[in-house]
Each structure stands twice: as structure tokens, then as C-alpha cells.
């Protein structure tokens, strides 16, 4: 496809439930970023690869989260023994640029919205 | 923790009127970007700014860049009610390459 995708777009879990969300980046970009969006509020940097390499995963907010890119393609990321207060939507952008971006623009997916019950 | 703050949080304005909304951060950066945000979509990358630039356009954007005041505004000519989204700016400090995104403002142009 043409644009980055993602899926589910819509995820519903029962809380300690395990999901994963999967991102199709645009072929050939190398940077590909993962983003926490909670309503009414602006995204927040979780995790970055550059190809298959995890370079930057501070911003995941405890160790139930995890995410690869074993390809250095598709990316998935996990979240275990889910809680309420991960319920968001989950956005992935990728880029072209091998500096991670910082010139370029990302291209962004439309996001999967996880409601934890 | 989000260094770009946008302001105003709620823009609501009649067709073909101007809208202007700001933007501030807290470090250096080394540039400033705008993004788009219709409801229940991804962002799409509207402009960049560089951090040496003052000034840039691209069709009826006009993004302007302070950085003695750590400030930017963008500004949308004669507004069309597709243009209704949130609309952010996003923030790299020097040296890093993780963009920050600031809260966001909400812009409603009626038709």
C-alpha cells in the first residue's frame, strides 16, 4: 500500500489481557516509530528502530510493554497483562531518513484505539 | 512530558475567516514541525520549520519561528471547513531525534 497501516483499528481488551498491534510501515523507510496518544492530548514518543534495531525504547511506560521489529519491516507491539490506564491510541509513523527523521517528515499510520476495560 | 504547549485550545471560526494558533517550547531545537490531525485519523506533516528559517509557506500556510521567544505560529488564510482537525506542533531538542508533540488545538470552521 501506498501509506503506513495498522491494525486492529479498533482493539477491546479485558484488563490483564495480553494484545498486540501490528504496524505495516511504508516499504523501504527505515525509521519507524511507536506513539501514545490518551484523548484530548498529543502523542508521546515509546519507541524507535531503525531497521531492526531497537535504538530508543524509553519512552515505554513499564516493562509490559514491548515491541521488535524482527525484519526490520512490520513491527508489533505487545502490551501484557493490559490496564486501564493503557487505554489510548497507539500510532506508528516511519521515515525515510537514516537520522531517524530529524530533517524529515514522518508518515503516520491512522492508529489502533485500545480500550481497556 | 510535552515541551510544545499550543494555544489557543479551542479555535471556533466562520468559513473563510484567518485562523492563528501558537505554539511554545521550553529547549533549543533544531527544528519545529506542524501536523494535522483530523478525528480518528493519523497526523499528516503540514511544514517544517529550521531552526535558522523565520518564515515559511506552503499554499495557504504561513508558519512564522521566534526563537528568542521559543515560539511558532501558524496560520491558516481563508479557512475551509475541511480544515476542521487538531492541529500540532512537534519539537526536536537539540541532538535528539524524538520529536515531542505538544496538547494540541482544536480548530472547528463552520461552513
Known amino acids: 500500500g501506498a501509506g503506513v497501516s495498522q491494525s486492529p483499528r479498533y482493539k477491546v481488551a479485558k484488563r490483564g489481557q495480553d494484545v498486540a498491534l501490528r504496524c505495516d510501515p511504508i516499504?523501504?523507510?527505515?525509521?519507524l516509530f511507536w506513539y501514545q496518544q490518551a484523548l484530548g492530548q498529543g502523542p508521546e514518543f515509546l519507541t524507535y528502530f531503525q531497521n531492526e534495531a531497537q535504538l530508543d525504547k524509553s519512552g515505554l511506560p513499564s516493562d509490559r510493554f514491548f515491541a521488535e521489529r524482527p525484519e526490520g519491516s512490520v513491527s508489533t507491539l505487545k502490551i501484557q497483562r493490559t490496564q486501564q490506564e493503557d487505554s489510548a491510541v497507539y500510532l506508528c509513523?516511519?521515515?525515510?531518513?537514516?537520522?531517524?527523521?530529524?530533517?524529515?517528515?514522518?508518515?503516520f499510520g491512522p492508529g489502533t484505539r485500545l480500550t481497556v476495560l | 512530558s510535552q515541551q510544545g504547549e499550543e494555544d489557543p485550545q479551542a479555535l471556533s471560526i466562520q468559513e473563510g475567516e484567518n485562523a492563528t494558533m501558537n505554539c511554545s517550547y521550553k529547549t533549543s531545537i533544531n527544528n519545529l514541525q506542524w501536523y494535522r490531525q483530523n478525528s480518528g485519523r493519523g497526523l499528516v506533516h503540514l511544514i517544517l520549520?529550521?531552526?535558522?528559517?523565520r518564515e515559511k509557506h506552503s499554499g495557504r500556510l504561513r508558519v512564522t519561528l521566534d526563537t528568542s521567544k521559543k515560539s511558532s505560529s501558524l496560520l491558516i488564510t481563508a479557512s475551509r471547513a475541511a480544515d476542521t482537525a487538531s492541529y500540532f506542533c512537534a519539537t526536536r531538542a537539540g541532538g535528539s531525534y524524538i520529536p515531542t508533540f505538544g496538547r494540541g488545538t482544536s480548530l472547528i470552521v463552520h461552513p
Open positions: 509513523a516511519s521515515s525515510s531518513s537514516l537520522l531517524a527523521g530529524v530533517n524529515n517528515e514522518q508518515f
Open positions: 516499504s523501504g523507510h527505515v525509521s
Open positions: 520549520i529550521r531552526s535558522n528559517e
